[in-house]
């Protein structure tokens, strides 16, 4: 069983207005939370630049699918600190290399959909061959990233990461948004974690937990999923030990089994009882490095 000690979140403070880069890096836009900008302060031409940029300092990533090279690179990703406060934005591309993780302490706002259907089974999925961070794993519902965008900036209730969960569960599953109407969604708690991919990439997210309970129509993405399938506990559990055990090359994402060890199976049973409100505490950011 992983520890973790939890870490109390802290009013937000005023933050320096901008700092800028070398000419090979673009300029992270500071900003404050209460005000955040309509759309992500970028124009149609920094996205070339970039491109150019990145291939010069990092190599042309010539093996990178095409899907995901684009989302790399189109997608912002909200940077935050510890406390979840936002501080500025950067590329996917930035937010996923393990040198500018450790260098600069890049930690980027992302979230974990755990869906459930109307017989209490999780639907699990397999991360596709061509993504650029863990290939092939089995992971939870859906994890993905709210990005830097007036719908998914939304502070209140947790909105802004609940709009961009609805958007991911279409892009990657097929899922209908009437399928997961947004206020369906409960968030029932934040974690910190840092996991490496491989020697280039990784993960240091502070991951929103989503639960939501729906039978849903499916139809998954293969850019983004490569098989899916619904578990019970019971199931579930005989996976962990497979994957324990090496069997058959299976793997899980490092995100998720922070949440099995942590705390699925507990508020699983709240979901089968209808007791989930009992479980929330989004009060504590839990940190699991």
Known sequence: MLKFSPIKTIATTTLPSHFHRSSFHFQLNRFSPKSPPKTPQTSALTIPL????????????????????????????????????????????????????????L?????????????????????SGTKVTFPLVWTNTCCSHPLYRESELIPENSLGVRNAAQRKLLDELGIP???????????????????PSDGKWGEHELDYLLFIVRDVAVNPNPDEVADIKYVNQEALKELL??????????????????VVDNFLFKWWDHVQKGTLPEAIDMKTIHKLI
Not at 177 to 195: C, H, I, N, S, W
């Open 107 to 127: 930690l980027h706002r992302a979230f974990s959909v755990f869906l459930f259907n109307s017989k209490y089974e999780l639907l699990l999925q397999q991360r």
């Open 241 to 258: 030990r497979k994957a324990d055990a090496g069997e058959g090359g299976l793997k899980l994402s490092p995100w998720f089994r922070l």
């Open 177 to 195: 948004a009437e399928d997961v109407p947004v206020d369906q969604f409960t968030p029932l708690g934040r974690m910190l974690y840092k996991a």
């Open 50 to 105: 970039r491109r150019r940029s990145y291939a010069a300092a990092m190599g042309d990533d010539s093996g990178m699918d095409a899907v995901q090279r684009r989302l790399m690179f189109d997608d912002e990703c909200i940077l935050v600190d510890e406390n979840d406060n936002v501080v500025g934005h950067d590329t996917k591309y930035n937010c996923h290399l393990m040198e500018k993780i450790e260098k600069d302490n």
